[in-house]
């Protein structure tokens, strides 16, 4: 522990940014870089979706159901005409928007509980520790079910019910690295000078924390994706006519043998973009895990 | 060890306390009087309808109603389907043995395949094979389950008819537990050969290593008997928890290839808004994913002696 919060403090010294350092570390991840690639471009899907899809993707056809791939439509149709990489275009849009809006509800919750308790102690800590335990002791898929037959799909409740699973892992390891930032003496210090609570946790405390937080960010962002397109293709998602990837893998699943394709770009999609943000998310965890960086260097010098 | 169990059974009571509370809490967000939430669509006589108030409480202040319901949970009373107006509990036993055969299966699939492949992985650091089985327990890690399964379906059921995409068959067989099996194994096997992989990795930089190699031991003895054994913890810990995470973890699964198990009853009794069996199916697996962490613990302890020394520590 001390080791690591040596190299943590010592870091900044060696260089003016540790961020231009790590950019740098970041840079040599051949995987990491193809996974940064990956998402990039599936977020710029999602942002220029309208500007990209050909067409209206909720636009039904009655005429033009199951057309074969062609010019004017490059997938075909799906079920109901309506132009099939037009709503995989689409698609992107509210996967990505319910996944990072999870990842960010789960992220802040997360962390405050974290930081109050591990800067507290006491019984507000016991108390929030053993509410969290709770939480954690449910299974996430079938709480999300029970939440969602109780307050019915939405987006809101989508994203509600795939930040609230994340939440304890969150706090848990916010706490764990708060309990050990705050025997650091600059806290100390700080307290000796009069600084208020609010300002060390804000000042002090957070940005010790960053590390560990971005790390699991980043990688419970390919997992809400997963989530949000598992709850979607059980029919617990948002509405069925709003093209998201699980919705379409569930429409298309019916007519597997005679259109797979219905069932295969959206599946392909969903694990491009997993994978992108999972091969960030570990190469992010390489370079700011102090851990990682010691056995690499055990592992060089034997 | 009696004493840490008996703590670690002391601490579970608190979260099954509130487990049930928060089940108990969901019925309440319901808009409208639980005891018609709880009869279903089905016509009712007013006299159902006053039973049903009374054997909940309705006319109690909450806290009562809440004692009424977790009394009635001790006795093994979880209440009635409202679909097929079983009890809950007997029906939820009835399919725990498709969910546990198909999560044994699927755990056996992946320590099968994760723990060789990590092993060799962490031997032969950045090798080919090692590169390989990386990109590989990648792909595993995010490929969608869901998606695994329909093309495994489309694949070796509609293509070439090798295996039946669902059901677990009259009686039972091993044909119908092959596909499920498998698509739930390969996720957890990435994820227990990329931990195997790492774990070897630091316990083969250990001075013990480094010893038992000076000494003259072959490769062999010393891979699997000192740095697979203690590379071996954390991978019982992320199996332990996989069991339970491999129940939960079925609901889309089962629910594809109609697997009659917990997790695709619970489904089924979301769709139907069959709430009393929602929340049996809910409580349960949330009690057994608390009693097996419990177990896991205990394992663990047992596996590792340090964490006796540890926890003595604390206390003293």
């Known amino acids: 522990m001390k080791a690591e919060a040596a190299l ?12 231009r ?8 991840n051949g995987l990491g870089l193809c996974g940064f690639a990956i998402s990039a471009l599936i977020t710029a899907l999602a942002i220029f979706a309208p500007v990209i899809a050909p067409y209206d993707p909720i636009q039904v056809n009655a005429d033009k159901i199951f057309e074969a791939r062609s010019w004017s439509h490059w997938l075909g149709t799906d079920e109901l005409g309506r132009d099939f990489l037009s709503r995989l275009i689409h698609g992107a849009r509210i996967s990505f928007f319910v996944g990072i809006v999870a990842v960010a509800f789960k992220t802040v919750v997360g962390t405050f509980i974290g930081l109050v308790t591990g800067y507290f102690e006491g019984v507000v800590d016991s108390l929030l520790m053993r509410c969290l335990d709770v939480l954690y002791a449910f299974p996430r898929t079938l709480l999300a079910l029970l939440i969602l037959a109780v307050v019915g799909p939405s987006i809101p409740a989508l994203i509600f019910v795939i930040g609230l699973g994340g939440i304890p892992q969150f706090a848990r390891i916010v706490r764990g690295a708060v309990l050990s930032a705050k025997q650091n003496e600059y806290i100390v210090a700080a307290r000796s000078l009069g600084a208020t609570s609010t300002r060390i946790l804000w000042r002090y405390l ?20 997963t989530a949000e397109a598992g ?11 709003l093209p998201t990837w699980g919705g379409m893998l569930r429409a298309g699943s019916p007519y597997l043998r005679l ?29 700011l895990d102090p851990r990682m ?8 010098t034997t | 060890m009696i004493v840490y169990l008996l703590k670690r059974l002391a601490q579970l009571v608190p979260v099954l306390f509130g487990c049930s509370l928060v089940v108990f809490l969901s019925l309440q967000l319901l808009p409208g009087d639980a005891a018609q939430v ?3 669509d089905r016509e009712f006589n007013q006299t159902d309808y006053l039973a049903m108030r009374e054997y909940l409480g309705l006319d109690e202040p909450v806290y009562m109603q809440y004692y009424k319901y977790l009394a009635n949970v001790v006795q093994g009373d979880f209440g009635r389907s409202v679909r097929t107006h079983e009890k809950v509990l007997p029906a939820i036993l009835d399919r725990f043995p498709a969910s546990l055969t198909l999560a044994a299966a699927a755990l056996l699939i992946a320590l099968i395949i994760g723990i060789p492949i990590g092993i060799l992985s962490a031997v032969k650091p950045y090798s080919r094979l090692d590169q390989g089985s990386m990109i590989g327990a990648l792909l595993g890690v995010s490929m969608p389950s869901f998606w695994l399964a329909l093309m495994l379906i489309l694949l070796f059921s509609l293509y070439l008819d090798w295996l039946p995409a669902s059901g677990r068959g009259i009686p039972p067989d091993l044909k119908h537990l092959v596909l499920p099996a498998f698509v739930l194994g390969s996720a957890y096997a990435a994820t227990i050969c990329r931990l195997t992989r790492s774990c070897m990795l630091e316990v083969l930089n250990y001075d013990f290593v480094r010893t038992a190699r000076a000494k003259g031991l072959r490769e062999m003895f010393v891979i699997n008997k000192h740095a697979f054994r203690n590379a071996l913890i954390p991978v019982v810990t992320e199996v332990g928890i996989s069991i339970v995470g491999l129940i939960e973890g079925s609901t889309v699964i089962e629910v594809v290839f109609a697997w009659p198990g917990i997790a695709r009853l619970a489904f089924q009794a979301a769709q139907y808004r069959d709430y009393p069996m929602l929340q ?4 349960t697996v949330a009690i057994l994913f608390v009693v097996v962490n419990l177990i896991v613990d205990a394992l663990y302890y047992y596996l590792d002696p340090r964490i006796k020394f540890a926890g003595a520590g604390h206390e003293g």
């Open chain 2, 280 to 283: 049996g199916c809910v409580l």
């Open chain 1, 231 to 241: 709850l979607s293709f059980l029919g617990l998602g948002v509405d069925p006519t």
């Open chain 1, 293 to 300: 960086l010691n056995r690499v260097r055990g592992g060089r």
């Open chain 1, 8 to 19: 943590a403090s010592t870091a900044p010294a060696r260089s003016h940014s540790p961020w």
């Open chain 1, 259 to 287: 259109h797979p394709h219905l069932a295969v770009f959206p599946g392909l999609l969903i694990m491009l973009a997993v994978l992108g943000f999972n091969a960030m998310g570990d190469a992010i965890r390489d370079i």
């Open chain 2, 38 to 40: 709880l009869l279903g």
């Open chain 1, 206 to 225: 957070l940005p010790n924390v960053l590390a560990p937080i971005l790390i699991l960010s980043s990688l419970s962002l390919a997992r809400a994706i």
């Open chain 1, 21 to 28: 350092n790590y950019w740098r570390q970041f840079r040599q």
